[in-house]
Every structure is written in structure tokens, then in C-alpha cells.
């Protein structure tokens, strides 16, 4: 879908598992129209052929499609696990109007756990704040994966208010339970205490110790969140998390604000560069197209 769904009607609609269907049925339509062209609808069943190797596993239906030569993969090749986890603190239902960072997150999850689905990968759910609240089994069934649609469905109702933020600890706790090598996708706007970043980067790097992959879908609203873009007029200012308000006008602060936004999300892009994280800027106004392709290139790297 190359227009951006509009996250009010996704609320109103009220049915994540139709909704996501629809969203990657449509991706995966484009992408014969677009760069990742010759990945194609098979593209977890299949993956690049190497120079040298034996001919024999080429599909060459495929190749009469792509003009590339793709090799068939067996079912315990393309067996994957995947970890979900969504941030649900307050700050994450920002904007108010339509929970916006929250419906976002929902909706790319519920995309990516039907993708999975299609591909008889196993995904779980984890959803947290301060401590985990969530935490379902990894299955490929597709009655488990209907109930975590239901479970995200759940997501976007009224928010507990003041809910902070502690990923680091969350982070860890989960690294701790994952056994198997998997991909571990996280949502968020990264909103914690940034004196607690080398905690928080302390707990990626214990899930890449354990050799698992990281794909880091940095949730924003970008035109308020980053780039500070209210009208010049009275404003009260009211920190979600921890309900501390402030009055004043966005001129007042809007350089010094924009500075250090700036310095700190890249200190996170490049932290997570250190570590072999995927750190991917996730505005909620561009649409997901922006997190299958993410998730696509990474999962063809995968084996």
C-alpha cells in the first residue's frame, strides 16, 4: 500500500487481522513493480543462488520470472522464530487524537505476524512498559496467530496513564528467554530516561550475544516529536509518562529541543550500528511500507 493508512479509521475499523491482510497483500503485489523486484511472493521459500554451488535446487520457474537464478530452501532452512515486541507505555498512544504511535505499532506488528503466517514462520507477542505484560508461546498455528491479533486489537483501547518506560530491563528479561536463535522485532519511541541509554544498549547487545537478530522500528511522530512543528501560539506541554506539565510557546525552545532530539536518536543509530542492530527510523505518517521492506531485506539475509 503506498499511501499511508490513516490511523484514525484504523481505530474506527476495529479489525487488525483483516486490516494487516489487506496492507501486505497490496505489498507484496508492488513489489513486482518496484526495486525488489525478483525477491518475489516466494521470497522465504527461496534465496540467492551462490556461484559454484550445485544447479541441482535451482527453480528455474522462478528465474523465468526474475531473470536470477534462486535456490529452493527445505523446510528446516527457512524455519524461523520471531519475537514481537511492542512498547506500551504512555507516550506510545501520542497523538491523543487516534493513539497514534500505539495504532502504528499495532498495525506493523499485526503485518509482520501475518506475514509469518504466510510463511509458516513462528512468531510470539511481548508487550511491556515498566515490566512485562504480555509474553505468549512462539507458535506457527494460525489459531495462535488469530489470538495475537485479538491480543493487538486489545492495544489500542483507553492507555493506563503515567506508564513509563524501562526496556533495558525488559530487554534482558526477554534475551534470558529465548532459547533458539530468532529475530527479535521491538516498537518503540525509545522515550526513556536518556540517562539509562548505556543500560538500554547494554540489553540489545545481550540479545546479539546470544546471536539473535534486532530489528529496532523507532516509532515517531516525526512533525511534533522531532521537528517540534506546533503553531506559534500558548501551549501546555504535558509529559505522558510522568504527567509533569509546562506552559509555553514552541519559539521559546524549539531550537534548543530540535538540538537535543537530534543528538540523541543519533547516538541510538549509531550505537545500534556498533552492535549489528537494525535501527529504523519509523515515522507514523509514512505508511509500512517502510517495515515489511525492513523486515523483507532481513529476512532474506537470514538462513
Not at 1 to 13: I, T
Not at 157 to 163: A, D, G, V
Request: glycine share 4%.
Amino acid at each position: 500500500m503506498k499511501q499511508p493508512l490513516n490511523l484514525g479509521q484504523v481505530r474506527s475499523f476495529g479489525n487488525v487481522e483483516f486490516l494487516a491482510r489487506q496492507l501486505v497483500e497490496g505489498f507484496i503485489t508492488g513489489l513486482h513493480k518496484s526495486p525488489f523486484h525478483g525477491f518475489s511472493v516466494e521470497f522465504a521459500e527461496h534465496r540467492l543462488y551462490n556461484t559454484g554451488e550445485t544447479t541441482r535446487h535451482i527453480d528455474w520457474k522462478v528465474f523465468g520470472k526474475t531473470e536470477k537464478l534462486f535456490v529452493k530452501r527445505y523446510e528446516e532452512e527457512t524455519n524461523l522464530r520471531c519475537h514481537l515486541l511492542i512498547d506500551t507505555s504512555s507516550s506510545m498512544y501520542y497523538p491523543e487524537a487516534n493513539y497514534g504511535k500505539m495504532t502504528f505499532s499495532v498495525m506493523a506488528a499485526a503485518c509482520l505476524a501475518y506475514m509469518l503466517q504466510r510463511q509458516k514462520d513462528a512468531v510470539s507477542l511481548t508487550t511491556f512498559a515498566d515490566q512485562i505484560d504480555l509474553q505468549t508461546p512462539t507458535k506457527s498455528t494460525p489459531s495462535h496467530v488469530h489470538k495475537l491479533f485479538t491480543q493487538l486489537d486489545l492495544l489500542m483501547q483507553q492507555p493506563k496513564p503515567l506508564r513509563r518506560t524501562s526496556a533495558a530491563d525488559v530487554i534482558h528479561q526477554v534475551a534470558e528467554k529465548i532459547n533458539k536463535r530468532s529475530l527479535v522485532v521491538i516498537f518503540s519511541d525509545m522515550f526513556d530516561n536518556s540517562e539509562k541509554a548505556d543500560a538500554l544498549f547494554s540489553a540489545l547487545q545481550h540479545l546479539r550475544h546470544n546471536l539473535h537478530e534486532v530489528l529496532l522500528f523507532h516509532v515517531t511522530d516525526k512533525k511534533t516529536e522531532e521537528d517540534f512543528a506546533f503553531e506559534e501560539r500558548p501551549y501546555e506541554f504535558i509529559d505522558l509518562e510522568t504527567g509533569e506539565k509546562v506552559k509555553l510557546q514552541p519559539g521559546q525552545v524549539r531550537e534548543t529541543y530540535q538540538q537535543a532530539v537530534k543528538t540523541y536518536f543519533q547516538e541510538l543509530k549509531m550505537r545500534c550500528g556498533q552492535y549489528k542492530i537494525d535501527f529504523i527510523e519509523a515515522d507514523i505518517d509514512r505508511g509500512f511500507d517502510q517495515i515489511l521492506t525492513s523486515y523483507l531485506v532481513k529476512r532474506t539475509k537470514m538462513k
